[in-house]
């Protein structure tokens, strides 16, 4: 493995890293700031329009993770092939 993709994988750990630890602080969030969180929401964007923005993002953070698998397999596949 050259030391650029090394240098990838690395990089892409330390984001996930961040991501998990921001996500981490959200649990200092009780009951009635994630009700009150819902409905500026609801208010914001209405009933009829959460589920199409809640699948635009599970699939935006679907397509993350699988390109994150292929470049982790990629990189697998490339250890093997040296």
Do not use: H, W
Request: a positive charge; one cysteine or more.
């Amino acid at each position: 493995m050259c030391k650029c993709e090394f240098s990838v994988v690395l990089v892409i750990k330390k984001i996930l890293l961040i991501m998990n630890s921001t996500l981490l602080l959200l649990g200092t969030i009780g009951t009635p700031e994630i009700i009150i969180i819902a409905i500026a929401i609801l208010l914001l964007f209405g009933g009829k329009k959460i589920p199409e923005l809640m699948k635009g993002i599970g699939k935006g953070v679907k397509s993350f993770k699988d390109g994150i698998q292929g470049v982790e397999d990629d990189l697998n596949n490339s250890e093997k092939k040296d």
